[in-house]
T-cell receptor, first 116, second 113 residues
């Protein structure tokens, strides 16, 4: 597609429920990233996929968080047993190559997750 | 922890003024830097980038300056307009294989008419 697409745009869930967030990267972008942005804060790295290489999961805050990516296409970020501190905007980005290339990353508009 | 930070969380200017947003980074090995603009409800958008072999790069109304000696990055916006109101983030590429960009906390720029 023309840009990075994320769904849903907003998600309200009850504490303890599982949620799944989706990201469709730009076609041809081999690298895909997930970041978390708490209210008024910067971007916190979560996980990054590059082609068929093992993903860099070093930013995942706990084992309740996991992500998958099928080839060089769609990625899903799953949060199990959600907690109120998981409330944030989850941003997905893609790029031609990890951290490089003109313009760096192209971001989606994010999924705003609210845990009540 | 984060290795990229900003000097001021907020900056308020009048329309037509020039704006300067600063960023300090700590990783001397970083080889690529980017400024992003994030408007309310949207994801960050690329503004301008600079590689570590340069000290200045100009775009339309924006200039990025890189001082590797003191590990400082700045974004200058000329003739600031109300549409420039947003949160601005700097990001660095740590130049380590398989490492994602590291973002700072952001500076909120408010432009009044």
């Amino acid at each position: 597609g023309a840009g990075v697409s994320q769904s849903p745009s907003n998600k309200v869930t009850e504490k303890g429920k599982d949620v799944e967030l989706r990201c469709d990267p730009i076609s041809g972008h081999t690298a895909l990233y997930w970041y978390r942005q708490r209210l008024g804060q910067g971007l916190e790295f979560l996980i990054y996929f590059q082609g068929n290489s093992a993903p860099d999961k070093s930013g995942l805050p706990s084992d309740r968080f996991s992500a998958e990516r099928t080839g060089e296409s769609v990625s899903t970020l799953t949060i199990q047993r959600t907690q109120q501190e998981d409330s944030a905007v989850y941003l997905c980005a893609s790029s031609l190559a990890p951290g490089q290339g003109v313009g760096g990353y192209t971001f989606g508009s994010g999924t705003r997750l609210t845990v009540v | 922890g984060e290795s990229v930070g900003l000097h001021l969380p907020t900056l308020s200017v009048q329309e037509g003024d020039n704006s300067i947003i600063n960023c300090a980074y700590s990783n001397s090995a970083s080889d690529y830097f980017i400024w992003y603009k994030q408007e309310s409800g949207k994801g960050p958008q690329f503004i301008i980038d600079i590689r570590s072999n340069m000290d200045k790069r100009q775009g339309q109304r924006v200039t990025v300056l890189l001082n590797k000696t003191v590990k400082h990055l700045s974004l200058q916006i000329a003739a600031t307009q109300p549409g420039d109101s947003a949160v601005y983030f700097c990001a660095e590429n740590p130049n380590q294989a398989g490492t994602a960009l590291i973002f700072g906390k952001g500076t909120t720029l408010s432009v009044s008419s």
